[in-house]
Structures are given as structure tokens and as C-alpha cells.
């Protein structure tokens, strides 16, 4: 095992503002050498430097489900996905609203609206700054949305509309990006980026693993990440949904999701690291841990696919001993919501990749009662 300098200086390089070098990111994600909880319990010391042990909760709302002219081969509403997703245009700006006050009301610290596509136009991003607007007036949540790609301009509306978050990921290293995606490039990805930015814009931006990548490609997009200055940066183990185009799924352990989320908060010190879709399937039983390198994560379930329920994340935030970034306190919101416990929060532990049905997609819209 490495003695205990190796993880003393990877701390202090961090903490110091300076880059881990690559010879000792690959041993974090390949040597067995490295340890990886005393691996985790570095990468903590740098979470709790910068974030304490609060966690912030993200809810994600599909406000357009499919009808993407896309190819990006991992994603079930690429237009050469198969999956048998729900699909449905944008939905109405009160469906929108409404379920932003019930994220508010579940205690989410950022309410994210994606919108499939490739991008949106002059018309379309009227209608989101009005949307953003509206949200911010009527609630006091931060406001993430992904559209696809954008230029300035684009950006310059929803700056002016308040937007705190623009969420655009990298997804895996320039040199891998070919493989998963043919319509649009790595490229593209930074030049929305850089727009973003340039309109003051917080820039949200992370990556997807066991796409086939090597710990090479993990180690790459964690620096440029670094480099873009992604102030938000989700980390997601890829789900396989059934449909998708993607040929070449890796098999990820916990032990290595665990490896790969130290190995971001140390490269990305004081960015908001977020757990996110598959946490409940590649980390299984040690998700809790997930949270001693990341400060926040989605709860209720991903675009696409369920995941735990609010009650589920909520209690094992709890039990982790950690706090939440929310006007409500944990406990209060744990007993509301285990009173008002529906059909999802009874939902048991998720042991597989499971699409969301209409209730989950549009809550707003469903019936009473479970089915
Ligand atoms: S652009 Fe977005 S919605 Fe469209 S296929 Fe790619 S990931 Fe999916």
C-alpha cells in the first residue's frame, strides 16, 4: 500500500490550488496499491474544506422527452435510440411551474430543466427566459437548465433572465468523444461552454463513465473540466437503458465509482461535485460514501431511468451524517415527506434499470392512488 505521504500530498496539492499530476491520478483509479478508502478519506478532507458536510439536492424535470436529432449513442432519446421512453414535446409553462414548486417544497437547493435537442432557437429561448423568470420570482431555488447547444446570444437572454446554471456536459475526453456521438463534437460541447461563460453564466458540466472509456479518458475530462471552469460538475455511471446504440458498456464496481469521484473532487477542489444517474446501481451499498468526495446529488430518479426515492436519499443523507443546503431543515422534510409518502417514495431499493413511466415524468399530471 502507499505509505500515507502519497495521499498527504495529494491533499495538500489540491487544497494548494495545484493539479495532481497524471502519473498519480492513473494510480488513484488503477493501482491497487492506492487504498481506495484512504483514497475517499483524502478526497474528504478537501470536500469538507470547501463544503463541510452539506449536501445540496438537485431535482431534474424531462420538460421534453425524445424527438432529439441527435445520435449521441448512450442517450434513450437520441434518434437512433430504440428505447421504449414516453416521449412528448415541451410541456406547458404551468406543468413547468407547478413542478418547480413541488421541488422547491421537496427541498431541493437547484431545480435543472432539460430540453432534448440539439438546440434551441430564437423562439425557444424566449420561452425558457420567461420560464427562468417566472421560477425565480415565484421561489427561492436556483435555476439549472440544458438546452443544447448555444451561442452568446442565446446565453446573453437567459443571463439577463436570471439563469444560475447552464448545464452542458463534456461527457468523456475530446479523444473518446467520436466514439459515443457524430453530430455534434467535443468541440461544439466547449464552445457553448465558453458562451455561457462569457454571459456570466455558472457553467455545469460533467462527464458520463462506463462508456468504454480508459481511466486515460476519465483523467482527461476531470482536468479539462478543470480547465472550462465548471463550477457544477455531475458525475454519472452510465445506465444501460435497453434501445440505446451504445455498444461498448463497461462494468463499473463501486470501488472504481468511488476511485473516480476522489479522483474529481482532488482535481476539482471547490467545484459543486454531484453524484448522480446510477448511483443506485454501480454503487449499490456503498452509495452513502459517494457523498465523503461529492456535495450533492439528484433525488427522485434521473431523465429517463427511477432511482431511489426522496424519503430513501434523504434518510441516508441522514445517516451518513450529513446536513442539507436547503431552506428546510432535514428532519422536518424527512417527516413531511414520510407522512405524505406516495406511490414513489414506497418504491423499494432500485436494483436495475427502470424507465420512468408518465407518473414520474409529469407528476404534475397524475391521477391519485397508486397503481
Ligand atoms: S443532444 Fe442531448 S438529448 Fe439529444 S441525443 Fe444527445 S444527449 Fe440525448
Not at 458562451?195 to 479539462?224: N, T, W
Request: hydrophobic share 35%; aromatic share 8%.
Amino acid at each position: 500500500m502507499e505509505n500515507k505521504s502519497f495521499y498527504k500530498n495529494l491533499v495538500d496539492t489540491s487544497l494548494r490550488g495545484d493539479l495532481i499530476s497524471p502519473a498519480d491520478a492513473l494510480k488513484c483509479l488503477s493501482d491497487s496499491e492506492v487504498d481506495w478508502f484512504t483514497l475517499l478519506n483524502a478526497a474528504f478532507e478537501v470536500r469538507q474544506y470547501y463544503w463541510g458536510r452539506s449536501v445540496a439536492i438537485h431535482i431534474i424535470n424531462n420538460a421534453q422527452n425524445g424527438h432529439c436529432p441527435e445520435d449521441c449513442n448512450y442517450c434513450a432519446q437520441a434518434r437512433t435510440s430504440e428505447a421504449d421512453i414516453e416521449d412528448y414535446p415541451i410541456k406547458d409553462d404551468s406543468e413547468i411551474l407547478d413542478e418547480a414548486r413541488r421541488a422547491y417544497e421537496a427541498g431541493a437547493f437547484r431545480y435543472c430543466m432539460v430540453f432534448a435537442g440539439r438546440g434551441p432557437n430564437a423562439k425557444r429561448v424566449e420561452r425558457l427566459a420567461g420560464l427562468i423568470a417566472k421560477i425565480k420570482s415565484n421561489y427561492p431555488i436556483e435555476v439549472c437548465v440544458s438546452a443544447g447547444l448555444m451561442n452568446q446570444e442565446a446565453t446573453d437572454v437567459l443571463k439577463r433572465a436570471g439563469l444560475d446554471r447552464l448545464n452542458h456536459n463534456l461527457n468523456t475526453s475530446q479523444s473518446h468523444y467520436p466514439k459515443i456521438c457524430s453530430t455534434h463534437s467535443f468541440e461544439d460541447r466547449l464552445t457553448t461552454l465558453k458562451a455561457a461563460q462569457r454571459s456570466g453564466i455558472g457553467l455545469c458540466s460533467g462527464a458520463i463513465f462506463g462508456m468504454g472509456e480508459s481511466p486515460s479518458d476519465v483523467i482527461e475530462v476531470a482536468y479539462k473540466l478543470r480547465d472550462v471552469g465548471a463550477v457544477s460538475i455531475p458525475v454519472n455511471f452510465l445506465l444501460p437503458i435497453p434501445g440505446t446504440t451504445l455498444k461498448t458498456f463497461t462494468p463499473l464496481s463501486p470501488e472504481y465509482c468511488l476511485r473516480i469521484l476522489s479522483l474529481f473532487r482532488l482535481i476539482n477542489p471547490s467545484s459543486e461535485l454531484r453524484v448522480a444517474a446510477g448511483r443506485e446501481i454501480h454503487l449499490r451499498q456503498l452509495q452513502a460514501f459517494s457523498l465523503f468526495p461529492a456535495n450533492s446529488l439528484f433525488m427522485e430518479g434521473y431523465l429517463n431511468t427511477t432511482g431511489n426515492s426522496a424519503v430513501q436519499t434523504l434518510q441516508m443523507i441522514k445517516d451518513a451524517g450529513f446536513s442539507i443546503d436547503s431552506t428546510h431543515e432535514l428532519d422536518d422534510l424527512l417527516g413531511r415527506l414520510e407522512r405524505d409518502a406516495d406511490c414513489r417514495s414506497q418504491t423499494s431499493q432500485v436494483e436495475g434499470v427502470i424507465l420512468k413511466q408518465l407518473r414520474d415524468l409529469r407528476p404534475s399530471k397524475r391521477v391519485s392512488g397508486c397503481s
